[in-house]
T-cell receptor
Framework: AQTVTQSQPEMSVQEAETVTLSCTYD???????LFWYKQPPSRQMILVIR??????QNATENRFSVNFQKAAKSFSLKISDSQLGDTAMYFC?????????????FGKGTKLTVNP | NAGVMQNPRHLVRRRGQEARLRCSPM?????VYWYRQLPEEGLKFMVY????????ESGMPKERFSAEFPKEGPSILRIQQVVRGDSAAYFC????????????FGDGTRLSIL
């Protein structure tokens, strides 16, 4: 069974600084997808960034980038130039690509606070 | 250009009543997923449906919970004889079904049991 672990329950960062959120996962599959979702206080689930396991290049989306280390099964999220609106819960998620069920497996989340 | 629509946003029920949660997927999406989020936790998969078919219900409790996605109309998550422990946020997501396309989430239904 796949598992996703986020070892940092809470983190804080000063506005305009950079912060990195950690995520590790466990799977026996060779091809899969990884995601970071953001859940602000409004509790919507917003897709931040995704990575395909067979792509070696790390995904980037504006101020958000990932450090994907397939051998180490690590998928960290880096937020540059942090903004107050980045305050939210961040969830790392995994989905297998080998057919069958397409359920997302989520970590327990990291609560990020951006301080002015 | 509507996203995933869930209603109601908030639902209050007394113990023993039934709760019905609705989800209309994004246009062009034929795959629907239901997740439950307990307070201070991540989302947990419940069930995955395509039109008129349940594909994977491995995360759904065996009793009191059921889900459907009829040919016409929204997907329904039904909880019979609710108990306090059913209080949670229930999220629906949809996708076009290709593995490289991410799931898009609705705003969730917050279910409170009195």
């Amino acid at each position: 069974a796949q598992t996703v672990t986020q070892s940092q329950p809470e983190m804080s960062v000063q506005e305009a600084e950079t912060v990195t959120l950690s995520c590790t996962y466990d799977t026996s599959e060779n091809n899969y997808y990884l995601f970071w979702y953001k859940q602000p206080p409004s509790r919507q689930m917003i897709l931040v960034i995704r990575q395909e396991a067979y792509k070696q290049q790390n995904a980037t989306e504006n101020r958000f980038s990932v450090n994907f280390q397939k051998a180490a099964k690590s998928f960290s999220l880096k937020i540059s130039d942090s903004q107050l609106g980045d305050t939210a819960m961040y969830f790392c998620a995994f989905i297998g690509a080998q057919g069958g069920s397409e359920k997302l497996v989520f970590g327990k989340g990291t609560k990020l606070t951006v301080n002015p | 250009n509507a996203g995933v629509m869930q209603n109601p946003r908030h639902l209050v029920r007394r113990r023993g009543q039934e709760a019905r949660l609705r989800c209309s997927p994004m246009k062009g999406h034929s795959h629907v997923y239901w997740y439950r989020q307990l307070p201070e936790e991540g989302l947990k998969f419940m069930v995955y449906l395509q039109k008129e078919n349940i594909i994977d219900e491995s995360g759904m409790p065996k009793e009191r919970f059921s889900a459907e996605f009829p040919k016409e109309g929204p997907s329904i998550l039904r909880i019979q004889q609710v108990v306090r422990g059913d209080s949670a946020a229930y999220f629906c997501a949809s996708s076009p079904g290709r593995g490289d396309q991410p799931q898009h989430f609705g705003d969730g239904t917050r279910l409170s049991i009195l």
